[in-house]
């Protein structure tokens, strides 16, 4: 569950990490994409690309950064 005060965690694999949450939540890959997740209980999750990186580098660690904007889903 992503409860941190800032509602910000680093991880590995996003896919598992967001499994049984809900809400909107905003996803930036290793590699600097960053895409918005919609989250419910019990259904699939919507994904789509909202930047891509400017400049691709190899980052030093393959970890995902996943902040919730909102606990709201329409």
């Not at 996803?27 to 895409?35: L, R």
């Not at 699939?44 to 904007?69: L, Q, T």
């Amino acid at each position: 569950m992503i409860d941190t005060p800032d509602g910000t965690v680093e991880v590995e694999n996003p896919a598992e990490t967001l499994r049984d949450e809900h809400g909107l939540f905003e996803v930036t890959s290793p590699y600097g994409y960053v895409f918005q997740v919609t989250c419910r209980r019990g259904a699939r999750m919507d994904v789509r690309e909202i930047s891509e990186p400017k400049s691709v580098k190899i980052p030093d660690r393959v970890r995902w950064r996943i902040r919730r904007i909102s606990h709201n889903v329409a």
